[in-house]
């Protein structure tokens, strides 16, 4: 799981994003990068590391510029790399794109624009969206036309922001993540609303096979079909504003010692859910609990926790194991998915299975 972020407004890009990017570091990554545009070319800076390190040594927050797009990476296709880092440039550096997720059909994709004449220069399944953004765009010369035909050749999960070498910047949500944060002095679309919530309480959340096109004067919204989309604009909560580490040394003692206020704050009326839900749990035959890494280790302490305190017997699976242990699964059973971010692919495919 990674962070893309985009903004476009009156203040220089790379800061913000670079502090976005930091806000978003619970997210887990490898490597970290930042594009602007400025002056008619895209700059780009990335490297290996924390975003920190990777700014103190390539000084991602001076590169010029009031539009870009930022990175941080959980490499999946190519190594840990520079240049596999993000962002990405088209072969003609004319578009640069950040990506979250996997592109399926890359290999495909890449060597039809192979023997297009484009150039690859990483190992990474997202950069031929760049290079399939640029080849539309160079058919089109119309943002639109390259989104949608674009978003029509790619398969797999993705969202991902583009920014144009005309100071245009475009994003697209299959699902993953993104939202829309509207500033009064630019425009955000971001994993996470963390990466923009010091600047704005306003966001739009984009639906799953959504694109937005922005400007300095606004944005439009369409579906992968072509129609436009309108969507309510949003306040987030307080409660976001409040999600950064303060004073506690990281995130997971944060979210440990506010477990027991976050337990009872989950519904509009927890006790009555938390009952239907321990009464579906008591009927059920057969119990299994799901997770993927650290959620995996949480399903393995509830595994005790359910024999000590209701005596039942649960079984801990891993997630991406699901898929191939699933034949019991059956009408009498519940399957309980932990996930941290509610991201995790492996536990949504594992809840999509049962
Ligand atoms: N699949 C892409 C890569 O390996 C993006 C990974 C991510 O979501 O960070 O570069």
């Known amino acids: 799981m990674c962070s893309i972020i985009g903004y476009i407004g009156s203040d220089k890009a790379a800061?913000?994003?670079?502090?976005?990017?930091?806000?978003?570091?619970y997210r887990g990554y490898d490597s970290v990068g930042v594009a602007t545009f400025s002056d008619d070319q895209i700059l780009i800076k990335k490297g290996i590391g924390k975003v920190d390190q990777v700014n103190s040594t390539?000084?991602?927050?001076?590169?010029?510029?009031?539009?870009?797009?930022?990175h941080t990476r959980w490499a999946t296709h190519g190594r840990v790399t520079s240049a596999n880092a993000h962002p990405h440039p088209s072969t003609s550096s004319k578009i640069a794109i950040v990506h979250n997720g996997i592109i399926d059909n890359f290999a495909e994709l890449k060597m039809d624009l192979q023997?297009?004449?484009?150039?690859?220069?990483?190992?990474?399944?997202?950069?031929?969206?760049?290079?399939?953004?640029?080849?539309?765009?160079?058919?089109?010369?119309?943002?639109?036309k390259s989104m949608l035909q674009t978003v029509a050749q790619l398969i797999g999960d993705y969202a991902f922001v583009a920014v144009f070498n005309d100071g245009m910047l475009?994003?697209?949500?299959?699902?993953e993540p993104l939202i829309v944060g509207i500033g009064n002095e630019g425009y955000f679309v971001s994993s996470d609303v963390l990466g923009f919530v010091e600047h704005t309480d306003q966001v739009i959340y984009p639906d799953n096979r959504e694109f937005v096109i922005i400007n300095t004067h606004g944005i439009q919204m369409f579906d992968f079909d072509g129609n436009p989309v309108k969507h309510q604009i949003t306040k987030?909560?307080?409660?976001?504003?409040?999600?950064y580490k303060g004073e506690y040394a990281h995130y997971t003692i944060k979210e440990i010692s506010e477990q027991p206020r976050t337990i009872l704050k989950a519904g509009h009326n927890t006790k009555i859910?938390?009952?239907?839900?321990?009464?579906?749990?008591?009927?059920?035959?057969?119990?299994?609990?799901t997770g993927s890494g650290t959620s995996y280790n949480a399903a393995l302490v509830a595994k005790y926790i359910f024999s000590k305190y209701a005596?039942?017997?649960?079984?801990?699976?891993?997630?991406?194991?699901?898929?191939?242990?699933s034949n019991f699964f059956d009408n009498q059973s519940m399957l309980i998915a932990l996930s941290q971010s509610g991201e995790s692919a492996d536990v949504l495919e594992a809840v999509k299975i049962a």
């Open 15 to 25: 800061p913000v994003i670079v502090q976005g990017l930091k806000r978003m570091e």
């Open 58 to 70: 390539s000084k991602l927050d001076t590169l010029s510029g009031s539009i870009g797009i930022g």
């Open 115 to 144: 023997k297009k004449g484009f150039i690859f220069k990483s190992e990474t399944d997202s950069e031929v969206i760049a290079n399939l953004l640029q080849y539309e765009f160079d058919k089109t010369k119309d943002i639109k």
């Open 170 to 175: 475009a994003a697209a949500r299959f699902h």
């Open 236 to 243: 987030i909560s307080k409660e976001f504003a409040d999600s």
């Open 273 to 289: 859910e938390l009952d239907l839900i321990s009464d579906l749990i008591k009927q059920t035959k057969n119990l299994y609990i």
């Open 311 to 325: 005596k039942l017997k649960i079984e801990p699976l891993i997630a991406s194991e699901v898929p191939y242990t």
